[in-house]
């Protein structure tokens, strides 16, 4: 028999979200904080890409604001990009000023998700 390799958390969640299988992603990663576990920022990234991806955006925000209460900056691109591609634009807005009062800098891409979400409302 052959042994397999341990997983890291991050290729685990990276592989689960590659295949579409959010749910089961963001399941091992609430099973693993019940457990004491540290995740890194990249997974919390990974994991709302992830969410985004399949529309679970208040699971998202949900989810980023934990992150962020614990000082992690994931990208927050990937969540001004789920919050407009789903007509969530006072959500993307709300995100947007409150970068601005914790100096986080928008950038081009989030400009962008932003004006395109505008025009389709």
Not at 5 to 24: A, D
Not at 105 to 118: I, K, S
Request: aromatic share 6%; proline share 4%; charged share 25%.
């Amino acid at each position: 028999m052959v042994a397999l390799p341990q997983l890291s958390p991050r290729t685990l969640i990276s592989g689960l979200c590659k295949v579409e299988r959010f749910g089961e992603a963001y399941s091992f990663v609430k099973e693993k904080l019940g457990k004491e576990w540290k995740p890194d920022m990249i997974m919390y990234s990974l994991l709302l890409d992830g969410l985004c991806r399949v529309k679970k955006i208040d699971v998202a925000l949900r989810t980023w604001h934990q992150v962020h209460e614990k000082c992690f900056e994931p990208d927050i691109t990937i969540l001004m990009h789920g919050l407009c591609s789903t007509g969530k634009i006072g959500d993307a807005l709300r995100l947007y000023s409150n970068m601005k009062l914790s100096c986080c800098v928008p950038n081009l891409v989030m400009h962008n998700a932003l004006v395109e979400g505008l025009c389709k409302a």
